[in-house]
């Protein structure tokens, strides 16, 4: 619980920010990174919600 008020990364994320600091650590990892990106853009539904900011260009 104590991590979780100083805002460091938890054993088991909750909130929506939670769970992306841990995807963004584990991502370090090159070959991780390429998977779930992979798997991510299968999914239209999530695809829908990145911002146009953040789908770089042609994105």
Excluded: F, N, W, Y
């Amino acid at each position: 619980m104590a991590k979780r008020r100083t805002g460091r990364q938890v054993v088991k994320p909750v909130t929506p920010r939670e769970k992306a600091s841990a995807i963004h650590s584990l991502a370090q990892d090159e070959e991780v990174a390429a998977r779930v990106t992979g798997d991510l853009l299968r999914r239209p539904a999530v695809v829908a919600q990145v911002k146009d900011e953040d789908k770089g260009p042609g994105g």
